[in-house]
Nanobody, 123 residues
Framework: QLVESGGGEVQAGGSLRLSCAAS????????MGWFRQAPGKEREFVAA????????NYADSVKGRFTISRDNAKNTVYLQMNSLKPEDTAVYYC??????????????????WGQGTQVTVSS
């Protein structure tokens, strides 16, 4: 089970930190990712982190502004979002995948999803 928190409304240039707490079969998780979906658009990759290791990946649109991190002791993954822009407005989803062989960028390869948290950036 994945539970997100930390969404909200912020002005452009502001910051938010999203959290994703995992429970249950966490030993099977290989990668944790964040995706987002704006109204009328497809769900898109934002960032991913190896659940055991240091490897991270980011979408070009968020590089240098967003940072993904994790605290394995708390089974929690974070997404620190700085310099937010109105185009970052979306529902943000936490996801977990158990296979090391599938694409980290494709949401269809993730096995577990959180309920989503709304992020709204006003201009």
């Amino acid at each position: 089970q994945l539970v997100e928190s930390g969404g909200g409304e912020v002005q452009a240039g502001g910051s938010l930190r999203l959290s994703c707490a995992a429970s249950g079969r966490t030993f099977s998780i290989y990668t944790m990712g964040w995706f987002r979906q704006a109204p009328g658009k497809e769900r898109e990759f934002v960032a991913a982190i190896r659940y055991r290791g240091s490897s991270t990946n980011y979408a070009d649109s968020v590089k240098g502004r967003f940072t993904i991190s994790r605290d394995n002791a708390k089974n929690t993954v974070y997404l620190q979002m700085n310099s937010l822009k109105p185009e970052d407005t979306a529902v943000y989803y936490c996801a977990a995948r158990t296979s090391p062989f599938s694409s980290i960028y494709d949401p269809t390869y993730y096995n577990y999803w959180g309920q989503g948290t709304q992020v709204t950036v006003s201009s």
